[in-house]
């Protein structure tokens, strides 16, 4: 189907995601390009006085400064439990576990939707996979400080890949920056089971965060050639 198209249906996927939410309700925004279809749904709806009394928390800047254009109220990340954030992601399995990442917002994604009542996804169908790691590395955040010596921790681990560039056509120094001030190695791992990974990964010194989001999703909204796909977890 033509791009157009996919990009229509990512709409709808992110518009039947922002149905969920109701008035007065404690929302995280997500990061990337289809999360923003939904940030803009949401902007809508309380533009029109469809949604009244929403507070907000923003997983990026990028998504901070798009929620606080439409006007929405957008505060910083409290304890307070989120009624429902949306988020895009990079993979999918058929249980709604996920990687995330390749838009550099992993960290504060996390923070958000670990403390989500519910937490939904929108994507389109090129992120399903069968086991994570299918086709996306695994972005790893790591601190600047003393990022080879945090690197040789992870190679020991059995990782294979490379800190993100800002672009492929710059030079290897100019490397890019998440929001937190910090490194990306985009990681793969043959065979790892990814709960005992993600664990380790935690473990290993100089690592922030990780973008495996493991039993975490309610569902996922899936742009599909031609509909709109819905995966509940357990179903």
């Known amino acids: ?14 518009i039947r995601a922002v149905a969920l939410i109701g008035s007065g309700m404690h929302v995280g925004l997500g990061t990337g390009s289809t ?7 949401v902007g809508r709806r309380v533009a029109a006085g469809e949604l009244t ?3 907000c928390v923003a997983t990026s800047e990028a998504s ?17 439990p989120f ?3 949306i988020d895009g992601a990079d993979e999918i399995t058929p249980d709604v576990d996920l990687i995330k990442g390749l838009g550099g917002a992993l960290v504060r994604e996390k923070l958000v939707e670990v403390q989500a009542r519910r937490l939904i996804i929108i994507a389109d169908h090129t992120k399903l996979v069968a086991r994570l790691g299918e086709k996306a590395p695994l972005p790893i955040e790591v601190l600047q400080f003393g990022v080879q010596s945090t690197l040789v921790r992870l190679q020991a681990l059995g990782a294979v890949g490379e800190l993100r560039r800002s672009s492929p056509d710059l030079h290897v120094s100019d490397l890019y920056v998440t929001d937190n001030g910090n490194f990306i190695f985009d990681a793969r791992f043959a065979g790892a089971d990814l709960a005992a990974l993600e664990r380790t990964l935690k473990g290993t010194l100089g690592v922030v965060e990780t973008g495996l989001f493991l039993k975490m999703a309610e569902r996922a909204f899936v742009a ?3 509909e709109v796909r819905e995966v509940v977890r357990g179903r």
């Open 1 to 14: 189907m033509s791009s157009l198209n996919l990009e229509a249906l990512k709409k709808e996927a992110a």
């Open 35 to 41: 999360a923003r279809y939904a940030i803009e749904e």
């Open 53 to 55: 009394g929403l507070t």
């Open 64 to 80: 901070d400064g798009q929620a606080r254009a439409l006007g929405l109220e957008v505060g910083p990340l409290t304890p307070q």
């Open 83 to 85: 009624d429902l954030a």
């Open 224 to 226: 599909a050639p031609g």
